[in-house]
């Protein structure tokens, strides 16, 4: 098959997604050095609508404009963050997984000022965050802080937080690696602490179904670790269904041996309740990991639980 000359690229154009459509473009250029890359930056529903996201209505808030330029043909190949893409629907008709690049650090980190730990925060500090599962999963552990809600793109959020609008923030540790603010960080939340979204640290390449030459061209770059994380994640998503307003958190872990084991937690928007769950694959797949694992939880009442939520 002959290789494509250019392949341009459409992400959002927040300063994270732009640093990651350069972590793709320096990849492709040690697999492929032939192939010339361009940037199609777009603005989504979700950078723009400031408000509660639930109120956006549907999911796909950072992924619908990106989809929408790679089904147009206005580019080659899109780069999300697997966390942004819903789970619970099938990917837009016409458009492919080709790679899940190299996972990066699952984990959330606290962001304070004065450098003080989640422990030593006094009662009443105001922690930034929009995130259902964020809150719910704080709100069992520290009680005695407050979250106030928080959106933007992440150094919208650090411009925020100097602003005064909180006084700490929780972001990915990932995210703020990639936007070169890793210093900020005063404390890396273990997963138990906080357990993180599915999908996290992790960035999809996703093509056009029918366009052969760009995704044999990019699948070089894929992880064969984070394709399998990916896969369990997702599938336990898309059987316990949530909405937008769910508090639900999980990852994979290939462990030593290569072993993959699948931990996922659904709790109540105030934490009082958690559903709780972690299996290993043994010889099943990947999916039917994820599947076990949500039914594990379903069992437990997720369901119930789920569907008390407003949303
Ligand atoms: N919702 C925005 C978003 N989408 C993905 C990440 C983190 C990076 C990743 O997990 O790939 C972030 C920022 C954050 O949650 O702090």
């Known amino acids: 098959m002959s290789e494509p000359e250019l392949l341009r690229i459409v992400s959002r154009s927040s300063p994270m997604a ?13 697999h492929r050095p032939g192939i010339r890359t361009e940037v199609v930056p777009v603005t989504t529903s979700g950078d723009r609508w400031m408000g509660d996201l639930a109120k956006l209505g549907g999911k796909g808030a950072f992924t619908k404009e990106v989809d929408a330029a790679l089904v147009a043909g206005e580019a080659d190949l899109a780069v999300h963050c697997v966390k942004d893409v819903p789970a619970d629907r099938p990917l837009p008709a016409g458009t492919v997984f080709a790679a899940f690049l190299e996972r990066d650090d699952i984990r959330d980190a606290l962001v304070h000022p004065g450098g003080l730990t ?3 925060l006094p009662a009443g500090t105001r922690v930034g965050t929009s995130s259902v599962r964020r809150v ?6 520290h009680p005695q802080l407050e979250c106030v809600p928080m959106r933007g793109n992440a150094n919208r959020r650090l411009e925020k937080l100097a602003d ?6 929780l972001l990915a540790v990932s995210g703020l690696e990639r936007i070169g603010r890793a210093d900020v960080i005063s ?8 357990c993180p979204p599915i999908g996290a640290g992790i960035l999809a390449l996703q093509c056009r179904e029918d366009d052969a030459a760009t995704i044999e061209a990019v699948s070089g770059l894929g992880d064969p670790a984070a394709h399998r994380e990916t896969t369990a994640e997702r ?17 994979a872990r290939t ?3 290569g072993e993959l084991s699948l931990r996922a937690k659904v709790f109540t928007p105030d934490g009082k309740r958690v559903l709780n769950a972690h299996e290993w694959a043994g010889p099943l797949d990947p999916a039917t990991l994820g599947t076990s694992v949500a039914v594990a939880l379903l069992r437990q009442g997720a369901r119930e639980l789920i569907d008390g939520i407003a949303h």
Do not use: K
């Not at 719910?136 to 552990?141: D, E, I, T």
């Not at 307003?245 to 999980?250: C, D, E, K, R, V």
């Open 18 to 30: 732009l640093a990651q459509v350069e972590r793709v473009r320096a990849e492709l250029a040690r």
């Open 118 to 120: 989640l422990d030593q």
């Open 136 to 141: 719910a999963q704080l709100a069992a552990s």
């Open 164 to 169: 005064g609008e909180a006084d700490a923030l």
């Open 187 to 194: 404390e890396v939340l273990s997963t138990e602490v906080m």
């Open 235 to 251: 599938m336990f998503l898309h059987v316990l269904q949530g909405h937008c307003n769910s508090p639900i958190a999980g990852y």
């Open 255 to 257: 462990e030593r041996g």
